[in-house]
């Protein structure tokens, strides 16, 4: 009985010392983005996504499974984190943006027209909403830790690649299924 308890006890310290060395990829929500460009007419401009729900509308339009094409966010002054929508001296808030259908038409241009009037749709406007955007390519924006960072999942069937949490958490579970199946084992032998 004592070899079993030691046994037992040798299993789940190795297989706890095993889990605290492997890296950890979960991300903040925050930290979870894209880049989406988007063409008009001729003309390119980018768009930092960090809001969970638009990720996955954008992944949507990607794929074929949404017809929203047009981004919908607040316009503010810069190029943005990274300066990812450079050359322009504006960007969308990663946050406050959406994928519609139709919008009015007030918040319609294209990137240069923006340009040209900044200052009257950042302090007036206060959104860009371009009518003929086309989503042209999407990138991942790499976290902090230097991941991938974990985007939401659109379900069965989803195109979404697995991410190393996803294997770390299939490596947990085959682990602790082998560690009971090998416990009940031990427990039947040395019992019976």
């Known amino acids: 009985m004592r ?12 297989a706890t010392l095993g889990f605290a060395f492997l890296p950890d990829n979960s991300l903040a929500e925050e930290e979870s983005a894209i880049i989406a460009t988007f063409d008009v007419n001729g003309e390119k401009f980018k768009v930092l996504v960090r809001n969970p729900a638009t990720i996955a509308q954008i992944l949507d339009l990607k794929e074929g499974k949404s017809t929203a094409s047009i981004p919908n966010g607040k316009i503010l002054p810069g190029a943005g984190e990274m300066n990812h929508n450079a050359p322009y001296s504006w960007h969308l808030d990663p946050q406050d943006i959406s994928m519609a259908d139709f919008t009015i038409e007030l918040c ?11 200052k009257y749709f950042i ?70």
């Open 108 to 118: 319609d241009g294209t990137p240069s027209y923006v340009e040209d009037n900044v």
């Open 123 to 192: 302090e007036k406007v206060g959104r860009y909403c371009p009518w003929s955007a086309k989503l042209v390519s999407v990138e991942y924006v790499k976290g902090s830790q230097g991941t991938a960072p974990k985007l939401p999942n659109s379900g069965a069937g989803s195109m979404y690649e697995p991410r190393e949490n996803d294997v770390t958490g299939s490596m947990l579970a085959a682990s602790i299924l082998i560690l009971a199946g090998s416990t009940i084992y031990f427990i039947r032998k040395f019992l019976a």
């Open 3 to 14: 070899g079993l308890l030691r046994f037992i006890f040798l299993a789940t310290l190795i």
